[in-house]
C-alpha cells in the first residue's frame, strides 16, 4: 500500500492540527495504521495506532489525552487529531501500514510508511 500524508504546517502552541494519510488499493481495512514522529536530532517514535479489525487505538504516554487517531475506510484515510499541542510536539510526522498487525510500537513492524508531514509549534 502506497500512502501519502498531508495536513502539516506552523501553529501556535495550544492550537489543533488534524493530519490526514491516504492510502492507495483496496485493501486498505485489512492494515493497522500507525502515526510516529521524528523531531531534529532525535529517533522516531510511536505516537499511536488503530488496528484494523477491532478499531482499538493506542497513544504514547507524551500525546494521550491531546491526540485522537480514526480512520474512515470508505475514504482509505486515518486521521490524526492534535489538540492542545506543545512546541515539544514540533517533529516530522510519518503515516504507517502494518497489514493485519496488531498493536506494535515498533517502527520495524510497520511495512510501508508514507513521506511525513512536519509540524512546527511555536511557542
Known amino acids: 500500500v502506497q500512502l501519502q500524508a498531508c495536513g502539516g504546517g506552523l501553529v501556535q502552541a495550544g492550537d489543533s492540527r488534524r493530519l490526514s494519510c491516504t492510502a492507495s488499493?483496496?485493501?486498505?481495512?485489512?492494515?493497522?495504521m500507525g502515526w510516529f514522529r521524528q523531531a531534529p536530532g532525535k529517533e522516531r517514535e510511536f505516537v499511536g495506532s488503530i488496528i484494523w479489525n477491532t478499531g482499538s487505538t493506542y497513544y504514547a504516554d507524551a500525546v494521550k489525552g491531546r491526540f485522537t487517531i480514526s480512520r474512515d475506510n470508505a475514504k482509505n484515510t486515518v486521521y490524526l487529531q492534535m489538540n492542545s499541542l506543545l512546541p515539544e510536539d514540533t517533529a516530522v510526522y510519518y503515516c504507517?501500514?502494518?497489514?493485519?498487525?496488531?498493536?506494535?510500537?515498533?517502527?520495524?513492524?510497520?511495512?510501508?510508511w508514507g513521506q511525513g508531514t512536519l509540524v512546527t509549534v511555536s511557542s
Open positions: 504507517a501500514a502494518d497489514r493485519w498487525g496488531q498493536y506494535s510500537d515498533s517502527p520495524l513492524r510497520y511495512e510501508s
Open positions: 488499493g483496496r485493501t486498505f481495512l485489512q492494515y493497522t
